[in-house]
C-alpha cells in the first residue's frame, strides 16, 4: 500500500515513483547495477546518445564548484546502434523504465534515432528526451534549444515518428525565455518538458591565465542551482498544461519534495549520485516517510499544492 502512494502517471506511462536518474550522470546503468535494482526507480533517463559513436571534449571535463559542477563532457557516448544491441538489453534484463535522452547535429539526426527506438518491441524503450540544452557541442544541443520556434518544428517531426514512445523535451536555463520554449515544445506534441538542464558557466586556471575548458565554458549543476531550476519549474508550471519533470540540484528528498510542491510530477536526481549512488534510493524512501508521517496517502495530494498569495507569474509570460 505504501509503494502504490508514489505512483504517477507521466503521459501514457504510469511510474511506480516520482524519482528518476538525470541523463549524463548515471550513463546507461552499468555502474549502478552493483549498488541498487534499477526497477525500484520512477525511470532510468540514459546518456544523451546520438546516431554515431562520439569522442566528446578533451580533458579536463568535470570541475567542482563552491556548491556544484562544471562539466564539458561534449556528449561523448557510444552511438545509437550500440546503446541498442549493447546496453539496453541489460537494462531490459534489470527490469528498468527506460527513457533515451536524445542529441543530434541536425534535426534528421533527432528523428532518425526515434525512428530506430520507436521500432523496437513495445516496453524495452518507454521514451525519448530530446536534449535541445547541452551547452558543450559547436552544433546540436543549445543550438535547438533557445527559439521556440526550433523547438517546436524539432518536436513535432520527432513526435510524428514516436509511435508508442512518449516524447519529453529536456529545456535549457540559457534560452532568454525558458516559458516560451515550454510552450513551444507543448505546442509540438512533447508530451512532458523536464528542465532545467546545465548554466553556461566558466571556470578559470589562474597559473595559465586560461580557461580550464578547451571549449571556454561548461555547464553548472549541483545545489549551486537548485533554487533557480525551482524557480523555473514553478513558472514552466504555471504556463503549460503538460508535466514539468524537475531536475536541479537535488540532493535530498526534501529537496525533491519542493519542486514536486511546485507542481513538477516527477523529478530527475543527477549531480547527486557522484557523491552518493544511491541518493536516488534514498530520495523515494525519504519521500515515503515524509508523506507517511504527514498522513498524505498519495502523492498527487502534495503535487502543485504550494500555496502562494496572488498570483506570481513569469514576467514576459503573455508579453
Ligand atoms: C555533455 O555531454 O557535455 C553534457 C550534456 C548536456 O548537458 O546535455
Redesign the pocket.
Known sequence: ERRDALEISLGRMRLKNPVMLA??TCGYGRELRDWFDLSSLGAIVVK?TTLAPRA?NPPPRLVETAAGLL??????NPGIQHFIELELPELVEAGATVVVNV?GDTEEEYVEITRRLASLPAGTVAGVEL?V?????EKG?LQFGTQPQDVFDLTRRVVAVAAHLEVWVKLSPNAPDIVAVARAAEAGGASAVSLV??FRGLAIDLDARRPVFARTFG?LSGPAIKPLALRMVWEVTRRVGIPVIGVGGILTAEDALEFLLCGARAVQIGTAQFRDPEASVRVIEGIEAWLSARGIRKIGEWIGSLRVKGEQLYPQADA
Not at 133 to 137: A, E, G, I, L
Open positions: 541523463s549524463g544523451g566528446g562539466n564539458s563532457v561534449g556528449l561523448q542529441a536534449n540544452s547541452c551547452p558543450n557541442v544541443g538542464n546545465t555547464g
